[in-house]
């Protein structure tokens, strides 16, 4: 991937991010204690989840999806549960701001970030698989974003 694609992409991540957070409330729902309980909710949740990816990435962590040359693969701490715990973060914590501002621009703002984000994710999956064989084992039992549940075996 090309650096100028990268940085376009992170660009574009915090430009959604800034626009959804400036864009003025609408009234698409009622904004009242419900409302505001589920976004305040969202938003900590969201950001105990980016933190805790960031801080479990240390000094791997980078805002491009490319991977660092002298990084390495974290599979444990959050990233045993999903594998873009900070995107994940990022999601949830915007869908508390979604839910507070009630508009159709905070709608469309949190789908384009999802964009975003998705693509962001599948291109720097598409280099960790080229630089770790284990990825591909990684990937298939944990979720990008949301965790897999998978079943338990049928035992007695």
Partial sequence: MKQSTAWALVGSQFG????LIVLPSGDLWSRGAVAGAISITAVALGIAIGVAGGLG???TLTPLPIPKDDGELV???VYHFVRHPIYSGLLLATAGIVVWGASLGHLIGWVALWGVLMAKSVLEEKMLHERYPEYQNYASITGRLVPKFRRQGRGG
Avoid: M, V
């Avoid at 959604?16 to 626009?19: R, S, V, W, Y």
């Fill in 75 to 77: 599979t444990n701490g």
């Fill in 57 to 59: 990435l240390g000094a």
């Fill in 16 to 19: 959604l991010l800034a626009g």
